[in-house]
Every structure is written in C-alpha cells, then in structure tokens.
C-alpha cells in the first residue's frame, strides 16, 4: 500500500514544491513588512509539517511504549529526525525574518525559547537512541511524548504571554483579509506536510533494513 | 437670569456643533488585525529584503537536498553491509 502510494506522492510532492515559488511570488505583499514576508510562506509551513511531525512521533512511541509495538517505534524514530530537520530550517527562517522585521537574529522571548528547547529535546531523543545503548529505545520513546506534548504550549505561548512574535490572531484574520496570502500558505502547508510523509516512508525504509541486517547478525551468531 | 439664559443658550450651541467638530477632523485608519495586502510595492523596500528572502529559501534547499543525501548515504551502507554479510554466510554454507 505505502509502496503503491509513494512514487505518485513524490510526484505531487515535487509538482507543488515546482509551482510554490511561483505561488509565493504572485502573492499580495504584506503591508507592513512588504518582500520579506514572503519568508512566511515556508517558514510557517515548516511548523505546520513539524506539528505533524511531533505528533507521529508520540503516537509512535506511545504504541511502542505501552503495546510493544516494534514498527511504531521505527516510524517514531523517523519522525523525530525529520522533526530536528523541519525545526531547525523554522528556526533559521525565522531568524532570517527576524533580522530584517524586528532588526535581531534572535531575542529570549517565550515563543522563540521554547522552539529552541523543543529542537533540544528531540535532538536529545537522537542522541539517547544512538549512544544510550540497550534500552534507550524506551527512553527515547518517552522523550517523543514530553516532547510533543510542548508542542501546543509552544503554539499558544504568543497568546499567553508578551513576547515580539505575531500572535496566532494571523492565521484567523487571514483568511478574511487577505484570501490570496490564505491560499498560498495552505498550499506550502500542504506541500511541506506531503514532504515529511516522502521522507518519513524513506526513513522508516532505511530503518525497516536495519532491523532486518540486526536479524541477519543473530541468525548468522546463532 | 439674564446671564442664566446667556449660558444655557451658549452651552446649547456648543453641544449642536461639537458633532460637526468631530466630523470634520481627520478620522484614524481604521483598526487591523493580521496581515492586510499592499497592492504598490515601493521599488526601495524591494532590495533589503532580497537576501534574506533569498537566504530562507537556498536555506531550506540545501537542508533538504542534504538530509536526503543523508538518507540514501545511510542506505547504501546498509545495503553494502547485507550484501558482505550473505557473501560471508553463502561462503560458509558451501565450505562445511
């Protein structure tokens, strides 16, 4: 089924990721911070794909933690990766906008603290896995729930508490005062969502022959 | 009285002209609440942002191309590994 699925999704995949720049490009301007805006565009998509990411990866190493299931916690595992990558090109982004919006690369604020640690934890899941030896699998399996868990605290922290990034009031009134920019931010959503599913199916693969090279070891040992 | 009458006739006046005052004085743009599209983009806000947007953009290809690099790196590993592993076992299979 998913080896069925996966050649047409890296074509709509590619296809979208083909026409995105051109979406992005024939886009309104924003009225206030004009060309650089358009880093929005993949910036916010990247958090749309990581929110998806973070939530394969609980459910993974929930199914793992309390059913034993071995697949779930490879396709976790994958998740988790593909989580570090989305949540560092969202980290850089944001900087890139930051630089030019706010005049800082960077600012302590809640919002952006609690994206860095996220980027931690997970970076700390795949340290756990690859140095913590037998055992690590669980131990990882509980850094993915804490993990994910932030995840919503995260989203609402521009809500919560005073800090320079857009509060989550953008994404509301945007489809209402500027249905142009709302569509194209729902395209590179999806576009960036339908990546993570081809790279998610080509980790969980490399994973997937892992396992079956530990079997080839032990029967070979035996 | 006649200053009593002075003063309510005054106040009267006052309280019919304040509403053409008001009006007539600039009113301020209207509240916004997100995002509101421009549609003249001036030529010099064009270029400060350039690299930036530029940056964002090869940014996130470079970190695509190389995390799928990553992968199919890591697969061939895998793979050569299996290949010698079956190559060990078949040659040890024909030699007993």
Same mark, same amino acid.
Request: glycine letters at 6%; aromatic letters at 12%; proline letters at 5%.
């Given at each position: ?160 508490? #005073? ?39 080509? #980790?969980?693969?490399?994973?997937? #022959? ?13 | ?15 019919? $002209? ?15 609440? @997100? ?14 942002? @350039? ?18 690099? $990553? ?26």
């Amino acid at each position: 089924m998913v080896r069925k699925l996966f050649t047409p999704l890296v074509v709509l995949t590619a296809a979208m990721f083909a026409y995105a720049p051109i979406a992005i490009a024939n886009a309104p301007y924003e009225s206030t911070m004009l060309l650089v805006q358009k880093i929005f565009y993949f910036h916010l998509a990247t958090w749309m794909a990581l929110a998806v990411a973070v939530s394969v990866c609980a459910v993974g190493s929930a199914m793992y933690l309390f059913k034993g299931h071995e697949g779930a916690d490879r396709v976790a595992f994958a998740a988790a990766e593909l989580a570090v990558v989305y949540c560092t090109f969202g980290l850089i982004s944001g900087s890139l906008w930051g630089r030019k919006a706010w005049g800082v690369w960077w600012q302590w604020d809640a919002k952006l603290t609690m994206a860095f640690m996220l980027e931690m934890i997970f970076l700390g899941y795949l340290i756990v896995r690859k140095y913590g030896g037998p055992g690590s699998e669980k131990l990882s399996a509980a850094m993915g729930i804490f993990g994910a868990a932030t995840a919503p605290f995260i989203y609402k922290s521009a809500d919560w508490w #005073r800090t320079i990034h857009p509060q989550t009031s953008v994404m509301k009134t945007l489809g209402k005062n500027a249905p142009p920019m709302w569509n194209v931010v729902w395209f590179c959503g999806t576009a960036f969502v339908l990546l993570f599913l081809v790279l998610l199916a080509l #980790r969980v693969g490399l994973e997937e #022959r892992r396992a079956e090279l530990d079997r080839l070891y032990l029967e070979a040992e035996a | 009285m006649k200053l009593l009458r002075c003063a309510a006739i005054a106040m009267m006046a006052l309280m019919l $002209s304040a509403p053409a005052g008001w009006a007539s004085q600039p009113q301020p743009p209207p509240a916004t609440d @997100g995002f509101v599209a421009a549609n003249d983009l001036p030529p010099t806000e064009q270029l400060p942002a @350039g690299p930036f947007v530029v940056g964002a953009y090869s940014c996130f290809l470079v970190l695509m191309v190389g995390y799928a690099w $990553s992968i199919a790196r890591r697969l061939n590993t895998v793979e050569k590994e299996m290949r010698t592993l079956e190559q060990r076992q078949s040659r040890g299979s024909s030699t007993r």
